[in-house]
T-cell receptor, first 113, second 112 residues
């Protein structure tokens, strides 16, 4: 089975800190995605990547950046954390052909205080 | 723009009941449709994936159907159990920009 591993289940950070959320997948998937999930708003796409060194903005990229230096790893960076970035962050991956759907990680609950 | 609707937002049923969760979408030009389960505070677990050329998929007590012409998918859960309590989300992939479009989910509670 494909596994998508998010390095932290829970994080508490202070306003203004630079925050790194790490995601690693082990099945050579080309595509990787970062979502945030908030009550009443559902899942919203922040950034995604089709390949190493490539990145595309999703629906809500403001305040975030990403890094994909290796195919298996996709990092989400909060340049200067703010309280409105308190959320559940979900990483996902898929094959380029999308034939087998998406696989999600277990999520990181980030609280910014 | 593709819109995905899941109604009702919450559902409570007694154990043993057969139930149907609905997902409707506005654009029939979809590539595939995926049903996920999410337990509180956890990530999404894939339940079933239906390709656009398929009409249904089955896994154990779960059966998902797809009717593109009517813009509808259903997830059928047979003989529901308390362990089925979770939020169920449907998501569509249209092939454009490789993005999934999610519904907001149906939170199911199965009472013992």
């Amino acid at each position: 089975d494909v596994k998508v591993t998010q390095s932290s289940r829970y994080l508490v950070k202070r306003t203004g800190e630079k925050v790194f959320l790490e995601c690693v997948q082990d099945m050579d998937h080309e595509n990787m995605f970062w979502y945030r999930q908030d009550p009443g708003l559902g899942l919203r796409l922040i950034y995604f990547s089709y390949d190493v060194k490539m990145k595309e903005k999703g629906d809500i990229p403001e305040g975030y950046s990403v890094s994909r230096e290796k195919k298996e790893r996709f990092s989400l960076i909060l340049e200067s954390a703010s309280t409105n970035q308190t959320s559940m962050y979900l990483c996902a991956s898929s094959l380029q052909a999308h034939n087998y759907g998406y696989t999600f990680g277990s999520g990181t609950r980030l609280t910014v205080v | 723009k593709q819109e995905v609707t899941q109604i009702p937002a919450a559902l409570s049923v007694p154990e043993g009941e057969n139930l149907v969760l609905n997902c409707s979408f506005t654009d029939s030009a979809i590539y595939n449709l995926q049903w996920f389960r999410q337990d509180p505070g956890k990530g999404l677990t894939s339940l079933l994936l239906i390709q656009s050329s398929q009409r249904e998929q089955t896994s154990g007590r779960l059966n998902a159907s797809l009717d593109k012409s009517s813009g509808r998918s259903t997830l059928y859960i047979a003989a529901s159990q308390p362990g089925d309590s979770a939020t169920y989300l449907c998501a569509l992939f249209t092939g454009a920009n490789s993005k999934l479009t999610f519904g907001k989910g149906i939170t199911l509670s199965v009472r013992p």
